[in-house]
């Protein structure tokens, strides 16, 4: 059964303080994993698809790579308006086109 | 702004009742997803269509249907509510799956509340 852990569930960054968050998976065959922003009662907003091991894309202050076996998402230098619940899914060759969603990870930076 | 549109953006209904989710994807997606997120059980997947017809099943019950009409507007259908039918429930759209950049882009979300 696929299965896709993110660690830590919360975490609590000041300003400026660069940290990364986790995102282990078991799938078979990956067709793709994707990150997701979610703010409070909003829906997610897609930041990247990532699709083989050692691949790596970056938007502003994020940069999410990939291994064969988990993923991470680095932010550097964070600013409070990053704080947000960041969600990883994975996308299986043998289970159609569906996301399976982490729990995600709950990102707060304060001033 | 995703391009996803949602209706309504509230439903508050007693248990027992039936109620209707509205979704049109983003100009020029075929294919619509419908995700169901409650706190204990973060985001799930519910059923997919792909230019009108039915392309994969998740953990959607039995009393829960959808469907997509030819102009490619989404109804998700859910019936006989139960308390544990609260959630947000979420449409997203897709260009085409098959294809490589097939990311799914996520509407603002229908909140249900079943008293």
């Known amino acids: 059964e696929d299965q896709v852990t993110q660690s830590p569930e919360a975490l609590r960054l000041q300003e400026g303080e660069s940290s990364s968050l986790n995102c282990s998976y078991t799938v078979s065959g990956l067709r793709g994993l994707f990150w997701y922003r979610q703010d409070p009662g909003k829906g997610p907003e897609f930041l990247f698809t990532?699709?083989?091991a050692g691949e790596e894309k970056e938007k502003e202050r994020l940069k999410a790579t990939l291994t064969k076996k988990e993923s991470f998402l680095h932010i550097t230098a964070p600013k409070p308006e990053d704080s947000a619940t960041y969600l990883c899914?994975?996308?299986?060759?043998?289970?159609?086109?569906?996301?399976?969603f982490g729990k995600g990870t709950s990102l707060l930076v304060t001033p | 702004d995703s391009g996803v549109t949602q209706t309504p953006k509230h439903l508050i209904t007693a248990t027992g009742q039936r109620v209707t989710l509205r979704c049109s994807p983003r100009?020029?997606?075929?294919?619509v997803y419908w995700y169901q997120q409650s706190l204990d059980q973060g985001l799930q997947f519910l059923i997919q269509y792909y230019n009108g017809e039915e392309r994969a099943k998740g953990n959607i019950l039995e009393r829960f249907s959808a469907q997509q009409f030819p102009d490619l507007h989404s109804e998700l259908n859910l019936s006989s509510l139960e308390l544990g039918d609260s959630a947000l429930y979420f449409c997203?759209?897709?260009?085409?799956?098959?294809?490589?950049?097939?990311?799914?882009?996520f509407g603002p979300g229908t909140r249900l509340t079943v008293l």
């Open positions: 100009s020029g997606d075929l294919s």
């Open positions: 899914a994975v996308q299986a060759g043998n289970s159609g086109y569906a996301l399976n």
């Open positions: 990532l699709y083989s």
């Open positions: 997203a759209s897709s260009v085409d799956p098959r294809g490589r950049d097939n990311e799914q882009f």
